[in-house]
């Protein structure tokens, strides 16, 4: 769905609209596996700047929830994941701000993005709040024993016949370090 200010000017838009899985694209080992309803508004704000002249920003605020799957960070096998998230951002022309050589910003300019000339994609924009939704790292299970580094194989599943790896010589240095250490508390 693309928002553009044209649509804004006399009301705000009230937007319903449900992503199917498979419309946006997230990264490699995160899948949505059903719809993700997005609800909330947008506004045009216009911004009246000196000379005269102003700027159309586009505030979006809405929610969304959802179901994805993410790998596991250790095994990578996927994990099923509920997200559900509110923002209130504001967008300004990406034009808008293109003045030449360098300015301070204040930290509310921090906080604004910017949308091209054809107008705001919502699924960009979803796309995004998904993503900074997701936690840092993600596992199966707390004790994940994740994958064999020589063979692959998934140590939750079964023990792979590697055994034991030799130590490389090259730590023998550093293998009696700790006990030279002192510890101070």
Not at 17 to 28: A, K, L, N, R, S
Request: glycine share 8%; charged share 25%; aromatic share 4%.
């Amino acid at each position: 769905m693309l928002i553009t200010p044209l649509q804004l000017v006399d009301e705000p838009l009230e937007i319903d609209e449900t992503v199917q899985p498979g419309t946006i694209e997230y990264t490699p080992d995160l899948r949505q596996t059903g719809p993700l309803p997005v609800k909330g508004t947008a506004d045009l704000l216009v911004e009246r700047r000196d000379e005269g002249s102003q700027v159309n920003d586009i505030r979006l605020r809405a929610g969304y929830h959802g179901d994805f799957e993410i790998l596991c960070a250790r095994c990578v096998e996927p994990v099923a994941l509920a997200l559900n998230g509110e923002f209130d951002l504001l967008f300004r022309p990406e034009d808008a701000d293109a003045g030449g050589g360098e300015h301070a910003i204040t930290p509310e300019e921090t906080e604004i993005g910017y949308y091209q000339k054809s107008g705001l994609s919502l699924e960009d924009v979803v796309r995004e709040q998904v993503l900074l939704s997701l936690p840092g790292r993600t596992l199966c299970k707390e004790d994940c024993k994740g994958l064999c580094p020589r063979c692959g194989q998934n140590l939750n599943l079964a023990t792979c016949s590697c055994g034991e790896a030799p130590a490389d010589p090259r730590w023998n240095a550093l293998a009696d370090l700790a006990s030279k250490l002192e510890l101070k508390h």
